[in-house]
């Protein structure tokens, strides 16, 4: 049995209908971040499937050390809180380090954490410890059933609010796979799977100083995934995706994401009747 967990309003898991985690992947500035998700909760609330709004106040691992990584934690932190207080919905961003965690809390309903640093034990125990809702994405190097031993480290600090995301598995070079057994294996630990439907299409560092995507494939795979019986989708989105400052290439257009949350909604609940 799936446990279910509360962020804020919404509720995850257990044999609930589909969450919806969505956002640009950076902060670019206030303006901007407020228009996106008051777009998208525009969007969820046609189509009726709950939002966790996402974005980023720092990119620590870009390609190149000239690209833009967000307004910085301060900044970021007090923008998220904006959306949060102005249009009552859930806000989720990534911490970096143990002195990001305690700031970081007093504003994110879930805290985080980045692929790349899922097994770091010193940050995912600090997490914990704020008794916060703790999102860790799978690192692309890991197997889904090593995530057993991340939610151990999560749990010694007695805290069950624990998410896992699925973002896709390295295959060669500058290319990621999705296996859709990582769902079913992930979901054996007792907590809820969301599918990072935009991440898995990226090419990391595919385009030399930036990372690269297949944007196209976003629908396939998500549809998959909701078949394959996720708890939540991941989807980084943009009103003008070409002209995003991160992740661009892989990023749903807003425009058409209606259109494919009716498609997920359906499935979903064909698997969950």
């Known amino acids: 049995m799936i446990r279910e967990i509360a962020v804020g309003d919404i509720k995850i898991g ?12 950076v902060i670019e500035n206030e303006a901007a971040t407020l228009r996106h998700a008051e777009r998208l909760m525009s969007i969820c609330n046609g189509v009726g499937i709950p939002l966790i709004f996402k974005a980023s106040y720092d990119k620590a691992n870009r390609t190149s050390v000239t690209a833009f990584r967000g307004p910085g934690m301060t900044e970021g932190l007090r923008i998220l809180a904006k959306v949060k207080e102005s249009l ?13 965690v305690e700031p970081a809390a007093d504003v994110l309903d879930v805290l985080q954490i980045p692929a790349f640093l899922c097994r770091q034990t010193d940050l995912l125990v600090a997490a914990a410890n704020t008794g916060k809702v703790i999102n860790v994405k799978k690192g692309q190097f890991l197997a889904p059933w090593d995530m057993k031993n991340v939610v151990g480290k999560l749990r010694s600090c007695e805290n069950d609010n624990i998410i896992l995301t699925e973002r896709g598995a390295s295959f060669g070079y500058n290319n990621l796979v999705v296996d859709m057994r990582s769902f079913p294996i992930m979901r054996s630990t007792g907590f ?4 990072d439907a935009t991440h898995s299409v990226q090419l990391p560092g595919g385009e030399g100083t930036s990372s ?13 995934a909701v078949a394959a019986g996720v708890d939540g989708v991941f989807m980084e989105v943009h009103e003008e995706p070409e002209q995003a400052l991160c992740d661009g290439p892989n990023s749903v257009r807003l425009d058409d994401l209606p259109v494919l949350l009716k498609k997920l909604k359906a499935i979903d609940a064909i698997v969950k009747q």
């Open 14 to 25: 257990g044999n609930r209908p589909l969450v919806l985690v969505a956002g640009p992947c």
């Open 88 to 100: 009552g919905v859930p806000v989720l961003s990534d911490i970096h380090s143990i002195e990001q």
């Open 192 to 195: 809820p799977v969301i599918f």
């Open 212 to 224: 690269g995507g297949q944007r196209e494939y976003v629908e396939f795979l998500s549809r998959a």
